[in-house]
């Protein structure tokens, strides 16, 4: 099965350098235009199923993607951001307040979120819906979802470990990754 992973369009909090997580954030004007260029860019493409998370930039995201190809959105709150409990919403200058958020960029493996979720809590999501996409009759697959959720998708299907979680950074809005299950 080929996989198509690709991160929502922007919006206001990515400019603002904010932890989204699961605070649900529409895409800006310019996430609109990134993902009519997305959909511009990917419309040869032969795609079996779309799935997006729930939440309004990816969601959004993916419906304008998803026009050309006439395929309904399948949501699953499995593709969901990760959730960042007390960080959500902060900006770098928080790192100062509490340098364990700065560790989720730096050395995630020793990340600890308060009412949030953990790397190994977002993978064992991405192990679980990767295993159950498995079971479809699916061969092309988009996947719209978010930044982090897209690196923890990718160490669960790569087993990457978590001190390597950024070595190949995080997809630019509307940025796309392929991989094969």
Not at 18 to 25: A, E, P, Y
Not at 51 to 56: H, V
Not at 80 to 93: A, D, L, Q, R, V
Not at 144 to 163: C, D, F, N, S
């Amino acid at each position: 099965m080929k996989i198509w992973i690709l991160r929502h369009g922007e919006t206001d909090w990515n400019v603002m350098w904010k932890m989204q997580g699961q605070t649900d954030i529409p895409l800006n004007e310019k996430g609109l235009a990134q993902a009519k260029e997305a959909a511009e860019r990917l419309k040869t493409e032969k795609y079996d199923a779309i799935y997006s998370s729930p939440l309004m930039r990816a969601y959004e995201t993916a419906r304008i993607i998803a026009e050309p190809h006439g395929l309904q959105i399948i949501t699953d709150d499995r593709l969901k951001e990760m959730s960042f409990g007390e960080f959500e919403g902060t900006t770098p200058e928080y790192d100062q307040i509490n340098p364990n958020r700065e560790l989720f960029f730096s050395a995630p493996e020793k990340y600890v979120p308060a009412g949030g979720e953990t790397i190994d809590e977002a993978e064992q999501r991405c192990r679980d819906f990767l295993s159950d996409l498995k079971t479809t009759p699916y061969e092309n697959v988009l996947i719209v979802t978010h930044g982090a959720l897209a690196r923890a998708m990718i160490g669960a299907a790569k087993h990457v470990p978590h001190e390597h979680f950024w070595d190949t950074g995080v997809l630019s809005n509307c940025g796309t990754l392929e991989i094969e299950l």
